[in-house]
């Protein structure tokens, strides 16, 4: 079996990464794409916090992210080998996380804040996707996505947003945006504009992959 094509996917929160992953998903099948998410790479501390410690705890910064986990596991997947991996519960101490099988596949997609930022791994991306979005439509997803979904405050979701969100943004995301091979513009509320993009960059990978 060939080494498989691997490609990043990063984007700052709210930009929307999370809606073109799915959109881009549905263009392949089970067997012909692996998801690797950053997410499951947290190191695990939300459990022991109380609400107002979680508030000031910056998970915006790389050094919250099992990193050479990460990496490690990525280097299986690129071996075609399988992992198994924990899932990030964000934070939630009454969930209990389930265990993920993720098996190798021709297609491989690692996505996350820092991807770009942990250079070992940025060195192994075949393909570099940006998804990026003007910074009050972030906020106003952010928002939407943390108050009803997570249960956070407004005041909460603003001083996250402030202290840690844009800072980590502008810092260990934005400078690496120029190497990227396709920047995505996502302001937009009209799914089929993200579909269509997804599509034809599905096409790409497939006339190289298959």
Known sequence: M?????????????????????????????????????????????????????????????????????????????????????????????????????KSAPILIVEGLFILHFRKIADMLDLKVFIDADEDVALQRRLKRDLIERGYSNDDVHYKWINHVVPAYKEYLLPYKNECHKVVINNGHVAEDIISVTEEIAKEIRAKVF
């Open 2 to 102: 060939n080494k498989p094509y691997i490609v990043g996917i990063a984007g700052g929160s709210g930009s929307g990464k999370t809606f073109f992953l799915k959109c881009f998903l549905k263009h392949f099948s089970n067997n012909e794409v692996a998801l690797v998410s950053q997410d499951d790479y947290y190191f695990p501390v939300g459990h022991t916090m109380t609400a107002e410690e979680n508030k000031l705890y910056n998970f915006d910064l790389p050094d919250t992210i099992d990193h050479t986990h990460f990496e490690n596991d990525i280097e299986a997947l690129l071996n075609n080998q399988s992992i198994n991996k924990l899932e990030y519960t964000f934070n939630n101490p009454n969930a209990k996380p389930k265990t993920l099988e993720i």
